[in-house]
């Protein structure tokens, strides 16, 4: 066992550095000197791994003149595996000599790897020999001939098998009815139809195992032709299931509109829970006489069909589906309307596109609420008028989608329309839902100074919930003169108005934010407005590419107008990201606040280790002091790998 062991590592190993040695650019010498000096290792003393390797370069670089060398390690327990890997792919005669002249004087596994080298490479000379074996008392060695036999193909094979099936004993029958499928199978791809149909008929009828039968099926169907059709239908009506998929998997091959309509015909008929196999099968074949059974499946199938048949429409494409999947569409059945609106919004076509908005106009209710909650995902510009009806209509549902529609839809040209929508909106659905048409089109929009040109007329006049909402679609187009607009809402007289305006400035992306928040933080009364204009600043101040010594002095200030634990949290979370000495200065009158002491420390520590390099005294003395002070062993065991690293760094 220890044995085996060793030289199954050794195997697995060499094989990795032979594939790499190989294939590697290792050397200029040409394709002859390499074999040459392949065949010098072959004939030298060298061990087993650098003669493997010469075997694995011969299989690349190797010619008949390699072969004298490769022979006689057929018979060589280690390297015989190596040698035939060559010597299956050396071109010319003298390799198929040297693999029949090995025959004779081997056996068991040795004779049996032979004998498959000879089947791979077809030798025609070798079929006396090899049917001679088919009666061998090693049951391997027989069943490899056998196989070798099929794969090698020709009368006198085929004859020998043929008759082999009759009396070989139960242990070689099977790979007897392999090779017998083999040459059916060479005699099938040669146009031999009416022999390949005997030699799978012979073993249908043979006592083989039964996925031989199978397989032999398979290829008599298809070797019949057209006239297999009948033989096909047997295999679908079949009860046995193994029978039944290797009907269905011979339905996608055996070509032919006779066949399609077949399957067409068995389809309406078969029990259903066989129906959707059968149907899927039918689908993958490829005839022009498919599409129309799939398009009438959709039309008028059983509903588990309907739903497999959307699932091919999808699949394959074709806008010669539209139509059906326009009227699946308007069915009742939420489930098909629904598979049905997903698949027309995957299909790309300027003809699909066409389709839906001509098919707009016509149809009410849920269906119209379909269409156009569709022609928004798709963006489909010419429904733009369509849509603007739909964002009109009484049914609230109607409603809705067309608004979330135009806002997924329309241009800067067509903004306007959306801002009507929002000025005349009566109730907080309608205003929420203009908003978020409104964002959805400021987003896609890559031009942002001109979605804000079409959006600052309208603040002064708008009653306040949709002011609100446009500040707040300001905030997603974010340009100057948008800023300016949000910062000019914050000195409004109407509370809500004001207080939107904080929220959006707190929420700004870019740091030209951060004076009017900052001013907010300074002027409110309205603690949540402080907070939130606190919360913004301290994101900002980590955006602004200002110096430390200059986000230094905005902590700073922000902490001497607060005295709430939860401000000075915010305010630690910043200064954290601080590395400077002089955010320690800050931060360390906060390490006796027992509101904030936790938060405290971990910023002093951030800081510490990121100063490290640059101040270790000042590093140090905090860590020193937070090691000996916290009250959390997390944070004393963290100050001491900040120590450490510092006494390490000396």
Not at 183 to 208: F, H, I, P, Q
Not at 466 to 489: E, K
Not at 582 to 589: H, I, N, Q, S
Not at 597 to 620: C, D, F, N, R
Request: glycine content about 6%; proline content about 5%; hydrophobic content about 50%.
């Amino acid at each position: 066992m220890k044995l085996k062991i060793q030289r199954f590592g050794w195997c697995v190993a060499f094989m990795a550095l032979a594939t790499a040695a190989v294939t590697a650019a290792d050397s200029p010498a040409s394709s002859a000197e390499k074999a040459r000096q392949a065949v010098s290792v072959l004939q030298s003393g060298a061990p087993g791994g650098e003669k493997a390797l010469a075997c694995k370069r011969l299989a690349v670089y190797g010619t008949a003149d390699a072969v004298p060398a490769l022979a006689p390690l057929l018979a060589d327990e280690q390297l015989a595996s190596w040698s035939r890997i060559a010597l299956e792919v050396i071109p010319g005669g003298a390799a198929d000599e040297a693999l029949r002249g090995a025959m004779p004087k081997l056996q068991g596994k040795l004779l049996v790897g032979v004998i498959n080298s000879i089947g791979v490479r077809g030798d025609p000379i070798a079929v006396g020999a090899l049917v001679s074996k088919l009666t061998d008392a090693d049951a391997e060695v027989a069943s490899a001939a056998a196989v070798a036999l099929g794969r090698i193909g020709g009368d006198e094979a085929a004859k020998a098998l043929e008759k082999s099936l009759v009396t070989a004993p139960v242990g070689t029958r099977s790979a007897v009815a392999q090779g017998c499928i083999l040459c059916a199978e060479r005699l099938l791809a040669a146009g031999e139809y009416a022999e390949a149909v005997r030699l799978y008929d012979t073993v249908r009828k043979a006592d083989v195992p039964k996925q031989r039968i199978l397989e032999a099926t398979r290829g008599a169907i298809l070797a019949r032709q057209s006239d297999g059709i009948p033989l096909l239908l047997e295999t679908l009506h079949s009860p046995d299931k193994a029978v039944f998929s290797i009907g269905l998997r011979t339905a996608r091959e055996l070509p032919g509109r006779a066949t399609t309509e077949a399957l067409a015909a068995e389809l309406a008929r078969t029990q259903p829970d066989r129906a959707g196999p059968l149907f899927l099968a039918l689908a993958d074949r490829d005839d022009a006489a498919v599409l129309p059974v799939v398009l009438a499946t959709g039309k008028s199938g059983s509903k588990p069909l309907r739903l497999l048949a959307v699932e091919v429409m999808v699949r394959d494409g074709n806008l010669a589906c539209v139509p059906v999947l326009l009227d699946t569409l308007a069915e009742s059945d939420a489930e098909l309307a629904k598979a049905a609106k997903a698949a027309l919004a995957g299909l790309s076509g300027k003809e699909l596109d066409e389709q839906l908005t001509a098919r707009l106009p016509q149809v009410t209710g849920n269906t119209r609420r379909l269409l156009v909650e569709l022609a928004g995902q798709r963006h489909v510009a010419a429904a733009v008028p369509e849509l603007i009806k739909a964002s009109k209509d009484t049914d609230p549902a109607i409603r809705a989608a067309g608004i979330k529609a135009l806002g997924e839809t329309v241009g800067t040209a067509d903004l306007g329309k959306l801002t009507d929508l929002l000025a005349q909106a009566k109730s907080a659905d309608d205003v929420a839902a203009a908003q978020a048409a409104l964002e959805s089109a400021c987003t896609r929009i890559p031009d942002k100074a001109a979605c804000a040109d079409k959006l600052l007329p309208c603040l002064p006049a708008s009653p306040a919930p949709a002011r609100c909402a446009l500040l707040r679609v300001l905030g997603v187009v974010s340009t100057a003169n948008a800023l300016a607009a949000v910062q000019a809402a914050l000195a409004s007289q109407d509370p809500t108005v004001r207080d939107t305006a904080v929220r959006v400035l707190a929420d700004w992306s870019e740091a030209a934010a951060l004076p009017g928040l900052l001013e907010v933080f300074r002027t409110a009364r309205d603690e949540t407005q402080r907070f939130l204009a606190l919360r913004g600043c301290v994101r900002l101040l980590d955006l602004s590419g200002q110096t430390g010594p200059e986000k230094v002095k905005a902590y700073g200030e922000l902490m001497a107008r607060t005295q709430r634990s939860d401000d000075r949290k915010a305010i630690l979370s910043g200064l954290a990201n601080a590395a400077d000495p002089a955010a320690l200065k800050l931060v360390e009158p906060l390490l006796t606040d027992a509101q904030v002491q936790a938060e405290a420390e971990l910023a002093a520590l951030k800081i510490a280790a990121a100063i490290a390099g640059s101040a270790p005294t000042e590093a140090k003395a905090v860590a020193t002091r937070i090691k000996a002070e916290s009250k959390n062993q997390a944070t004393r065991d963290r100050a001491a790998k900040i120590l450490s690293r510092l006494e390490k760094g000396r």
